[in-house]
């Protein structure tokens, strides 16, 4: 099993050299996060992650979770882990201070799951999933709901989950059934059952409270009338104390082809009393806030998978023997050279590393900016800024980090060869657990659709113009290395290509809208290419500065970058050469040709 360590230096690097996140909190009122406090916490955070959560990695795999007399228990060391991880007050780092939280910014936390997430993707989950239920409960939840609620979130104590999936409807949430009765009290009584809940039910906490999507009775079909509902496990009183059950109960868990150590449940709501959030048949809108929060998160987990990866595939290549280069005998006192000398070896490694690197540039800035939208202090224009990069940048970071995290664990196997495909490597593991970061929360062509039809032909182009014009105009001021100019060349090129290859689909769309989904996909996965050579370039000049003092360090990231704009963006000419294609070759079977 391969040993995951804290990639301190790099998240440094990039927190500090590349993002000047001293200032950036300052300007936003976090004056007590310092650059100080910052690497202290991550210190911290690297210890307990390579401690604590990453030994249970295996065991949470093999053990999985146990479903017995409708009681759902947790892999061995889970809970003791889980209690570590509160008493550690972990859960409170960047949520409000008035219900016990930290009060740090939310892209300091995002740094924490991201090292959780690498060392064990199905524990981290567990804790995961109640940030977006809190943020959901404190944007669209009532003052006396908050109180009830948020405190016992906030240390951990109770987790939180997203319930929105039917067995009938699964990503088209206007067809669901679950329906919610009004009560002369102001709540609701929910019936109906929701599958593939992640931590949807486990012996790690307290209470679950549960952020459901139903229907209030007599309200009108599909999306429009979509309501979002708080709905905890067990009845909660009004000074926040348990009050016995509530209808709510685990009907399965569901048997995976990863995250073993975490429950996926089917979970059944019995008349059930709840609260609605935010107002009625605008549940879809308010459920965004918790889906937007956690689309961010799970890019991340494509991050952390490609690095725990990486870390895996190059150590082993560094001592693997076998063949001899064929450029002459690196290790020639050896029977063979290490494979890391090979150019293919080299290659596999090099993505895994660009794909890790860049990605947590990429998330890490979007995470900037949400500390900019929760924050009191910053501007509406500075807010509406970050919200539009947002809106622009999280389905591609979703989508195109997720695929390239599988893709990357998929070379860490390659990169073992036969070892990799065995369990006791843990390479399969990473694999295994990392493909439902590219189904949940959206899959890759619910996320392109977001992309291409909602947030770019939606916004008539706006958001693409204003990101694309801004990194355009920022590149063209920006005093380049000489070495580094022909990559400059080929960003701007890039850019532009974008806008043109973005028009093109626009005018055959007028004629036939089937061309937005035919052009989707590989219309997001060249935005991703595009987006993470911007991320490595800006990588490779922040690197200059450390020229003198880490030369090392300064020439492995210009090396890295020399590789991602010549062996990695290329990949988006032939994106864009499909999204540009008319969607005659997918259309033009009839459906009961096919065999």
């Known amino acids: 099993m391969p040993a995951y360590h804290a990639p301190l230096k790099e998240m440094h690097f990039v927190l500090h050299d590349l993002l000047n996140l001293g200032n950036h909190y300052a300007s936003l009122g976090f004056n007590e996060a310092t650059p100080e406090l910052v690497d202290a916490v991550l210190e911290e955070a690297g210890k307990f992650t390579e401690s604590v959560i990453a030994p249970l990695n295996r065991v949470g795999d093999e053990q999985g979770c146990r479903f017995e007399q409708g009681t759902v228990?947790?892999?061995?060391?889970?809970?003791?882990?889980?209690?570590?991880?509160?008493?550690?007050?972990?859960?409170?780092?960047?949520?409000?201070?008035?219900?016990?939280?930290?009060?740090?910014?939310?892209?300091?936390?995002?740094?924490?799951?991201?090292?959780?997430s690498a060392a064990n993707h199905a524990?981290?989950?567990?804790?995961?999933?109640?940030?977006?239920?809190?943020?959901?409960?404190?944007?669209?939840?009532?003052?006396?709901?908050?109180?009830?609620?948020?405190?016992?979130?906030?240390?951990?104590?109770?987790?939180?989950?997203?319930?929105?999936?039917?067995a009938h409807c699964g990503s088209d949430l206007g067809l669901l059934r679950t329906k919610a009765v009004p009560q002369e009290d102001g709540s609701?009584?929910?019936?109906?059952?929701?599958?593939?809940?992640?931590?949807?039910?486990?012996?790690?906490?307290?209470?679950?409270?549960?952020?459901?999507?139903?229907?209030?009775?007599?309200?009108?079909?599909?999306?429009?009338?979509?309501?979002?509902?708080?709905?905890?496990?067990?009845?909660?009183?009004?000074?926040?104390?348990?009050?016995?059950?509530?209808?709510?109960?685990?009907?399965?868990?569901e048997h995976k082809m990863g995250i073993n150590g975490n429950a996926t449940c089917v979970i059944n709501f019995d008349d059930a009393t709840g609260y609605l959030l935010g107002e009625p048949n605008r549940g879809l809108n308010a459920m965004f806030t918790f889906m937007n929060a956690a689309r961010v998160?799970?890019?991340?987990?494509?991050?952390?998978?490609?690095?725990?990866?990486?870390?895996?595939?190059?150590?082993?290549?560094?001592?693997?023997?076998?063949?001899?280069?064929?450029?002459?005998?690196?290790c020639p006192e050896k029977a063979a050279d290490p494979i890391i000398v090979?150019?293919?070896?080299?290659?596999?490694?090099?993505?895994?590393?660009?794909?890790?690197?860049?990605?947590?540039?990429?998330?890490?800035?979007?995470?900037?900016?949400?500390?900019?939208?929760?924050?009191?202090?910053?501007?509406?224009?500075?807010?509406?800024?970050?919200?539009?990069?947002?809106?622009l940048l999280t389905p591609i970071?979703?989508?195109?980090?997720?695929?390239?995290?599988?893709?990357?664990?998929?070379?860490?196997?390659?990169?073992?060869?036969?070892?990799?495909?065995?369990?006791?490597?843990g390479m399969e593991q990473l694999m295994r657990d990392t493909?439902?970061?590219?189904?949940?929360?959206?899959?890759?062509?619910?996320?392109?659709?977001?992309?291409?039809?909602?947030?770019?032909?939606?916004?008539?182009?706006?958001?693409?113009?204003?990101?694309?014009?801004?990194?355009?105009?920022?590149?063209?001021?920006?005093?380049?290395?000489?070495?580094?100019?022909?990559?400059?060349?080929?960003?701007?090129?890039?850019?532009?290509?974008?806008?043109?290859l973005t028009q093109g689909i626009a005018i055959r769309a007028q004629q036939n809208p089937d061309e937005i989904g035919a052009a989707s996909v590989d219309y997001l996965m060249f935005a991703g290419y595009v987006v993470l050579a911007h991320q490595w370039l800006k990588m490779a000049v922040a690197a200059e500065s450390r020229r003198e003092t880490d030369p090392d360090f300064c020439q492995s990231k210009q090396d890295t970058a020399y590789f991602v704009f010549a062996r990695l963006l290329p990949k988006a000419a032939s994106h864009a050469a499909l999204a540009a294609q008319d969607s005659g070759s997918l259309m033009r079977m009839a459906e009961h040709q096919f065999r």
């Open 73 to 116: 228990s947790t892999p061995e060391g889970f809970k003791s882990a889980y209690q570590q991880y509160i008493d550690a007050g972990w859960p409170t780092l960047a949520q409000p201070e008035q219900y016990g939280g930290q009060g740090l910014p939310y892209s300091l936390n995002l740094v924490c799951a991201e090292m959780q």
């Open 123 to 166: 524990f981290a989950m567990y804790p995961g999933l109640s940030h977006g239920a809190q943020a959901t409960l404190m944007a669209h939840g009532d003052d006396a709901l908050q109180q009830r609620f948020m405190p016992k979130l906030v240390s951990g104590e109770w987790t939180g989950t997203m319930c929105l999936t039917e």
């Open 188 to 253: 609701y009584r929910l019936s109906g059952s929701k599958i593939f809940i992640s931590s949807g039910d486990h012996d790690l906490a307290e209470n679950i409270v549960h952020i459901v999507i139903a229907r209030i009775e007599g309200a009108p079909a599909g999306t429009k009338g979509i309501s979002l509902f708080l709905v905890p496990k067990l009845a909660v009183g009004d000074a926040g104390e348990i009050a016995g059950p509530n209808g709510v109960s685990c009907g399965a868990i």
């Open 297 to 330: 998160g799970v890019a991340t987990e494509g991050v952390a998978a490609a690095e725990a990866s990486f870390q895996g595939a190059l150590a082993y290549a560094r001592e693997r023997l076998q063949m001899r280069s064929l450029s002459g005998p690196k």
């Open 342 to 391: 090979h150019p293919d070896v080299r290659r596999m490694l090099l993505t895994q590393k660009a794909i890790a690197e860049g990605g947590r540039a990429m998330v890490y800035e979007m995470a900037t900016w949400v500390d900019v939208t929760k924050s009191a202090s910053a501007s509406a224009e500075a807010k509406q800024r970050a919200s539009d990069r947002l809106s």
């Open 397 to 425: 970071a979703k989508a195109f980090l997720t695929e390239m995290g599988f893709e990357a664990t998929s070379l860490g196997v390659q990169v073992f060869g036969g070892h990799g495909y065995v369990s006791e490597w």
């Open 435 to 500: 493909k439902i970061s590219c189904l949940y929360e959206g899959t890759t062509g619910i996320q392109a659709l977001d992309l291409l039809a909602r947030k770019v032909l939606g916004s008539r182009g706006a958001l693409l113009e204003s990101y694309c014009t801004e990194l355009g105009q920022w590149w063209m001021t920006q005093p380049i290395p000489d070495p580094l100019k022909p990559m400059q060349q080929q960003l701007l090129a890039h850019l532009q290509q974008w806008g043109e």
